[in-house]
């Protein structure tokens, strides 16, 4: 009868070989991980039903493979298994590098991006938008000289900060694939990839930009032009004002709440609400009742509006602003709050960004700010000095 215990490696060194029969042990911590002992060794292996039938594979021999390596392992395996691949299947890949990019970036989104990290859904959106025929590739057929070809590619498509910021999330993908060892190459082949490094700087509008948009909105009184009014008036990103409910608007305090779960930062935001915000919103509620979503809509899932960009697009076009994007309206409010004397924690506080250094792009995109603070520390500074060479001239 097979015994269930605690397998570590002094206890299986007490165990002695097994000339008549073979025996087996059970781990008690992990389930189907065996330890088979014979005549001449010791084996480790994981003894488990996988589609309805038995599947008996072996993790390696004691002592090369120790007791927590061997848990370890299992612990992988078994974790394939869950997902539908067999063990042969998944070792097969890891010896023969046939995993194509797009199989190992969907492990990878799957145990890594989507436990760790908030916004793996934007990495999800960039990688299929720019990796077409190199997710098709095979691991073992990636190279270096193609990649940089690939870089320069989507540099050119979709713009230079594109290129670097899929660059990255694919390299990302191929390291954590190397240090999970279902790839093994002889040396990492994003290695020494030249990138653009565009150094962000947030695009916004200037005053005669924001004349032109206003003229065009005026046309349209639709809760398109209460979107992108309130992204001005709040400063907020645009996930959540399209998912902006009744519920976090306190009118009375002219404050606006956004949960931690709505939140980028994962902390709760109170964002101050103008009077300019504030009609609209009342607006809203003759048209909406103040239950719900502030912008409902019957054609999503969500219950909300999820998407402008097809009319911000048009409404850009006929007000001729150029390429801002509705992202680049935040940087607008932003960008004026420095350009007007509003410091970084001030703007910070708004933006709801967690550090910041995030913030010191705004408060740094007008110098002429700045000289004229610094003018009017020294013309004061400078009065002084003559009332006090005055009165000791007295």
């Keep these: 009868m097979a015994k269930h215990i605690r397998l570590i490696d002094s206890v299986v060194n007490q ?37 309805g039938a038995p599947v008996k594979f072996k993790l390696g021999e004691f ?10 392992e299992a612990i992988k395996v078994l974790s394939d298994m869950a997902k539908g691949i067999h063990p042969q299947e998944a070792r097969r890949k890891t010896k023969t590098g046939v995993y194509t990019l797009g199989e190992l970036f969907d492990r990878y989104l799957e145990e890594h991006l989507k436990p760790h990290t908030r916004r ?11 990796c077409g025929d190199l997710a098709k590739r095979e691991l073992s057929g990636l190279v270096r000289n193609d990649l940089q070809r690939w870089v320069k590619k989507i540099g050119a498509s979709a713009g230079k900060q594109t290129a670097d910021r899929t660059f990255n999330t694919v390299r990302a993908c191929v390291r954590w694939g190397i240090k999970q060892e279902l790839y093994l190459p002889k040396s990492d082949p994003t290695q020494y990839i030249t990138l653009f490094n565009v150094k962000s700087q947030p695009v916004h509008l200037d005053q005669d930009g924001w004349t032109r948009l206003e003229a065009v909105l005026a046309k349209r009184p639709d809760h398109i032009s209460d979107i992108i009014h309130l992204l001005v008036y709040t400063a907020a990103r645009k996930g959540n004002v399209l998912a902006m409910e009744w519920s976090e608007i306190h009118l009375a305090h002219k404050l606006w709440t956004v949960p931690q779960h709505k939140s980028k930062s994962g902390k709760k935001l109170l964002i101050p ?8 919103l009342e607006k809203r509620a003759f048209v909406t009742g103040k239950t719900g979503f502030v912008f409902p ?3 999503s899932a969500s ?13 850009r076009e006929e007000a001729q602003i150029g390429d801002i994007t509705i992202h680049g309206l935040r940087h607008t409010t932003a960008s004026w709050m420095g350009m007007t004397g509003a410091n970084a924690f001030e703007i910070q506080r708004q933006l709801g960004h967690s550090s910041v250094v995030t913030t010191m792009k705004y408060v740094e995109l007008e110098h002429g700010v700045v000289r004229k603070a610094l003018g009017k520390a020294i013309h004061s500074l400078q009065r002084k000095d003559a009332r006090k060479q005055d009165e000791q001239s007295a």
């Design 120 to 130: 793996w859904d934007e990495a999800e959106k960039s990688f299929k938008r720019h």
């Design 303 to 315: 219950g909300h509006f999820e998407n402008i960009d097809v009319p911000f697009r048009e409404i």
């Design 63 to 72: 002592p090369v493979m120790g007791s927590d390596e061997a848990r370890s």
């Design 273 to 280: 609400l103008l009077d300019e915000a504030i009609e609209i």
């Design 15 to 51: 165990y002695p070989l097994s000339p008549s029969c073979r025996r087996f042990y059970y781990d008690a911590g992990v389930p189907g991980l065996q330890l088979q002992i014979t005549a001449s060794k010791k084996c480790w292996y994981i003894y488990k039903a996988f589609r």
């Design 297 to 299: 809509s019957n054609d």
